[in-house]
């Protein structure tokens, strides 16, 4: 069974967010997306501001999902990456850890070939990251969320 | 399989909306969509086939007040309900936190109902989850209709174990809030108990 939970620490975000962070500007690319296999925004970087995130991470998960239905069926292993050509923009995707899914948005001012090469290299850091965190004691120190009350839960949807 | 994020500060959870063919989970995602203040609401994505029918999902992302400084945000998904997209049906129940049964209240919609359900179950465990074990609610969905099944005929069929139940009309709205709000209830308690 999976963990019940994906807790993810502030310390571990910023590490992710810095391999962001570097693969935009080393590959040139626009938007730099990490997003968990369920559809979750792990990070962004580039110009993701402009863009609904939340959709794209959504579609990109089914995306992969459907990829990894067919792979299954036709017993491949699971397809490592995708890559769609735009005329403006192209979208590259790889599977990290198995678990994390890297997009990466770029046009005319850089090239596939660069692209690749840089996704490789990030790749490798957050396979590095994941694995240290799949090391890590599953639950939190302290839940947080133990003390939530019935109250606080009502109170959310009261507008 | 909820995603706490200790660095945003946000808790997602995953809610689906499961059901035989047109009994109504695409309107009660739309009726949640048209009644949330735009802040709170993303954008509502339907991958749907020329006729409207659920191609792949419909996508939802909510987002609520906090508890205890998280930001708890709920990702509403539906399947579709055609029998032969059965594999379509399996991904998207992966990563699940909460299951919406909406069941079609019609009487010649039973047995789809039954199907659906045990559907439902099986595609579960299939990826090492439990009904029974799952935050889980169901919605008698279309009491406006004349034909329609008595409440405790349809709760003694599909609802032996006495999960929160509602009756609703999703196309005036009726019931759609309370059966949302009494799931992501659930999912949060789950949250409480560490999981
Ligand atoms: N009369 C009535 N029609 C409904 C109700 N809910 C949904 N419908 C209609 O049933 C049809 C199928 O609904 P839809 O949400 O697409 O079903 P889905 O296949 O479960 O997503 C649409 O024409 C809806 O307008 C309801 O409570 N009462
Ligand atoms: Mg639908």
Redesign the pocket.
Same mark, same amino acid.
């Given at each position: 069974m999976l963990s019940p939970n994906a807790v993810m620490y502030e310390e571990e975000v910023r590490k992710i967010q810095e391999v962001a962070d570097k693969l935009a500007v080393d590959s040139r690319a626009r938007t730099i997306l990490v997003v968990d296999k369920n559809g979750q925004l792990i990070a962004a970087a580039g110009n993701a501001h402009e863009l609904d995130t939340t959709s794209l991470s959504s579609l990109v998960a089914g995306n992969v999902a459907a990829t990894g239905g067919i792979a299954k069926l036709i017993e491949e292993e699971e397809f490592t990456g995708q890559f769609h050509e735009g005329k403006g923009i192209s979208v590259h995707l790889s599977i990290v850890a198995r678990r994390i899914i890297l997009v990466v948005l770029f046009d005319k001012n850089t090239t596939h070939g660069l692209v690749r090469l840089r996704v490789r290299k990030a790749v490798e850091e957050l396979e590095k990251i994941f694995a240290e965190m799949a090391q890590r004691p599953q639950q939190p120190q302290v839940n947080v969320f133990a003390e939530i009350t019935d109250a606080d839960i009502d109170n959310l949807f009261n507008d | 399989m909820s995603f706490i994020n200790y660095s945003s500060r946000e808790i997602n959870c995953k809610l689906v909306y499961y059901?035989p063919? %047109?009994?109504? *989970? +695409? +309107?009660n995602l739309q009726y949640i969509y048209n009644k949330t203040r735009p802040d709170a609401k993303g954008k509502m994505i339907s991958l749907a086939t020329e006729t409207?029918? +659920?191609l792949f999902f419909d996508f939802l992302p909510l987002s609520l007040g906090e508890i205890r400084g998280f930001r708890t945000r709920f990702h509403l998904y539906?399947v579709p309900?055609q029998v032969f997209y059965d594999a379509s049906r399996k991904l998207i129940l992966k990563g699940v936190d909460g299951v919406c049964f /909406?069941a079609d209240s019609q009487m010649e919609r039973m047995e789809a109902n039954i199907e659906s359900l045990e559907n439902l179950r099986v595609n579960l465990q299939e990826q090492g989850y439990d009904l029974d074990k799952l935050p889980y609610v169901i919605q008698y969905? *279309?009491?406006? %209709?004349p034909n329609v099944v008595p409440v405790e005929e349809l709760s003694e069929v599909l609802n032996p174990t006495k999960v929160p139940e509602f009756e !609703? /009309? !999703? +196309?005036t709205g009726k019931g759609v809030f309370d059966t949302l709000k009494a799931l992501a209830k659930q999912v949060l308690t789950e949250l409480r108990k560490g999981g």
């Open positions: - | 059901g063919g %047109l009994c109504g *989970k +695409t +309107t409207e029918r +659920t539906t309900g /909406v969905n *279309k009491r406006d %209709l !609703a /009309v !999703a +196309t």
